[in-house]
């Protein structure tokens, strides 16, 4: 079944120093909705990148159109949450893609992620690393460990009914997101398994697609001994208040 005639498609495209991977992500986000015939718009919340992102974004912008990218930066670093309901005030989207601006999530399987939402008429459909032929590349042991971890304690938990928690590509109607938006209260890494987590809570259909999962090219991975100390209260207070 082809990708094409599905609803409109807003990505949200959360940016900090992304300004050697952003010209080639959009580059392939173009590409893959333009051969799959798919409506679509790009919003890019920049951060306040010291290095030069936001002008590689009023570029992008000025190449493609100002219809299919919109630059809609923020003064500072806000956490990723904010980031998703600041994109969302400017989606005309019914279905909205959220996805890292660092060329780890290829925008290829996105017509999987409408297509599988289509099959089953899923609220969200989540591309997951732990099933089916998905896969981490470029990965050191001890992140695949942190990683298989975290998704490993999740699941003995919280029972999520989903494979992958901690994962951040991901389709979404866009009023599932923004109901889940107002019920999550989490923060870094935390917030994208929160979401998951309130999603089986108020009923809403998960669908999964394998991907793979490339280690950035360009910069370095945002994942500290803070973030993860971080993710450990946080699930421990989803554990007790759900």
């Not at 009023?58 to 980031?83: H, W």
């Not at 017509?111 to 998905?134: A, L, W």
Request: net charge positive; proline share 3%.
């Amino acid at each position: 079944m082809a990708a094409g005639g599905a609803g409109k498609v807003s990505v949200l495209l959360p940016t900090y120093e992304e300004r050697h991977n952003l010209p080639l992500v959009v580059w392939l986000l173009v590409r893959t909705f333009q051969d799959s015939g798919i409506d679509f718009e790009i919003i890019i919340i920049d951060d306040g990148s010291p290095d030069g992102t936001q002008e590689v974004a009023e570029q992008l912008e000025k190449i493609y159109g100002s219809d299919k990218i919109l630059l809609r930066p923020r003064e500072k670093k806000l956490g990723l949450g904010t980031a998703y309901i600041h994109g969302m005030k400017y989606a005309t989207g019914e279905f909205i893609v959220i996805m890292d601006a660092d060329l780890s999530h290829h925008p290829k399987f996105i017509p999987e992620f409408i297509r599988k939402q289509k099959e089953g008429n899923f609220d969200i459909v989540s591309g997951t690393r732990y099933k089916g032929n998905g896969g981490v590349h470029g990965w050191d042991l001890k992140r695949k460990l942190i990683s298989r971890g975290a998704n490993f304690i999740t699941q003995v938990l919280l029972r999520p009914g989903a494979s992958d928690l901690t994962g951040s590509f991901r389709l979404y109607r866009k009023e599932v997101l923004q109901k889940l938006m107002e019920k999550c209260v989490s923060k870094g890494y935390v917030f994208q398994m929160e979401m998951i987590v309130r999603a089986r809570q108020l009923g809403y259909t998960i669908g999964e697609v394998p991907i793979s999962f490339v280690d950035r090219v360009y910069g370095e991975s945002k994942l500290g001994g803070n973030e993860i100390v971080s993710f450990l209260k946080g699930l421990l207070t989803l554990f007790a208040t759900t």
